[in-house]
T-cell receptor, first 110, second 116 residues
Framework: DAKTTQPPSMDCAEGRAANLPCNHS???????VYWYRQIHSQGPQYIIH???NNETNEMASLIITEDRKSSTLILPHATLRDTAVYYC???????????FGTGTRLQVFP | DTGVSQDPRHKITKRGQNVTFRCDPI?????LYWYRQTLGQGPEFLTY????????KSRLLSDRFSAERPKGSFSTLEIQRTEQGDSAMYLC??????????????FGPGTRLTVL
């Protein structure tokens, strides 16, 4: 079973920041938080990952709480092309597999 | 484009036929994964290879399913005697597993299978 809890859906206005929350209260010390997204009928797209510290790349920012029990993915200026299902996954590479939940369906509207 | 390619992108077959899918990973990646995704669900792990060795198989991978990665490069997934319940998107991912503490999996576009 997935070790994360995400809201099933969210809306965001184009140009605004999209903040997608994720709870992972049972995360272990060696597990990373990964975010992927899946645009309709395409393969999942890697976005970002982190262990303890906040991370930023060209796509998004990842904020992880100090106790590591939750995180937030931030898309700073959402566009219509960001409409997708976003998956938050806790992953330990020695465990060898990604376990997906049902994710958050983000709808960006004009 | 992640650099992971899958062929074919779509396959329609009749129940009872055999089908084979191919995945070409990112060239320097030593791990290759297969997942299956049905409508409305997240991808589910099927199996993975490290180089040529198949290291884990999910209970989802029935006896009708077989996967190979003969030279540690591309992989094939074969489904024998297809059933309507096999209709799904079959996803391939690859990663480089080494001395780093984590490896990031990159997915291909998937092969959508429809069994009539």
């Amino acid at each position: 079973d997935a070790k994360t809890t995400q809201p099933p859906s969210m809306d965001c206005a184009e140009g605004r920041a999209a903040n997608l929350p994720c709870n992972h209260s049972t995360i272990s010390g060696n597990e990373y938080v990964y975010w992927y997204r899946q645009i309709h009928s395409q393969g999942p797209q890697y976005i970002i990952h982190g262990l303890k510290n906040n991370e930023t790349n060209e796509m998004a920012s990842l904020i992880i709480t100090e106790d590591r029990k939750s995180s937030t993915l931030i898309l700073p200026h959402a566009t219509l092309r960001d409409t997708a299902v976003y998956y938050c996954i806790v992953y330990y590479s020695r465990a060898d597999k990604l376990i997906f939940g049902t994710g958050t369906r983000l709808q960006v509207f004009p | 484009d992640t650099g992971v390619s899958q062929d074919p992108r779509h396959k329609i077959t009749k129940r009872g036929q055999n089908v084979t899918f191919r995945c070409d990973p990112i060239s320097e990646h030593n791990r290759l994964y297969w997942y299956r995704q049905t409508l409305g669900q997240g991808p589910e792990f099927l199996t993975y290879f490290q180089n040529e060795a198949q290291l884990e198989k999910s209970r989802l991978l029935s006896d009708r399913f077989s996967a190979e990665r003969p030279k540690g490069s591309f992989s094939t997934l074969e489904i024998q005697r297809t059933e309507q319940g096999d209709s799904a998107m079959y996803l391939c991912a690859s990663s480089f597993y080494g001395t780093s503490s984590t490896d990031t999996q990159y997915f291909g576009p998937g092969t959508r299978l429809t069994v009539l």
